[in-house]
C-alpha cells in the first residue's frame, strides 16, 4: 500500500516562498512509469494540478504556474517536494501530493495540508 505524507510550514506571508515536502512510503517515486503530483484546492473551489516530477526525475508544469512552479526530490529519501515563489493570498489552499499513472489519473493522495498565505 502506497501512502503519502504532506510536510511543511501552515502559513506563508505573501511574497514569499511556499515549500512542502511529500513523503512516499511502500513505493519508490523512481518507479516506471508514475507521476508524483501537486495538486491544491483553494477554499471554494476546484482541484488545480499544479505540477509533477516524473519517474525519470524531469518534471511538468502547468502553464499558468510553471513560472513560479519548482518540483525537485530526494530519491534517498524517496520524498519530492514543491517550491512555489512569490505567494500571494490567492495561494491560500489545501495542497495533496499524489501519484499518478498517466492516463488513468491518480490513484494514491496524501491527506492534503492547508497552507495560508497572509501576512
Known amino acids: 500500500q502506497v501512502q503519502l505524507q504532506e510536510s511543511g510550514p501552515g502559513l506563508v506571508k505573501p511574497s514569499q516562498t511556499l515549500s512542502l515536502t511529500c513523503t512516499v512510503s511502500?513505493?519508490?517515486?523512481?518507479?516506471?512509469?508514475?507521476?508524483w503530483s501537486w495538486i491544491r484546492q483553494p477554499p471554494g473551489k476546484g482541484l488545480e494540478w499544479m505540477g509533477a516530477?516524473?519517474?525519470?526525475?524531469?518534471?511538468v508544469y502547468s502553464p499558468s504556474l510553471k513560472s513560479r512552479t519548482s518540483i525537485s526530490r530526494d530519491t534517498s529519501k524517496n520524498h519530492f517536494t514543491l517550491q512555489l515563489s512569490s505567494v500571494t493570498p490567492e495561494d491560500t489552499a489545501v495542497y495533496y501530493c499524489?501519484?499518478?499513472?498517466?492516463?488513468?489519473?491518480?490513484?494514491?493522495w496524501g491527506k492534503g495540508t492547508l497552507v495560508t498565505v497572509s501576512s
Open positions: 511502500g513505493g519508490s517515486i523512481t518507479t516506471n512509469y508514475y507521476f
Open positions: 499524489a501519484r499518478e499513472l498517466r492516463p488513468y489519473g491518480m490513484d494514491y
Open positions: 516530477i516524473v519517474y525519470s526525475g524531469s518534471t
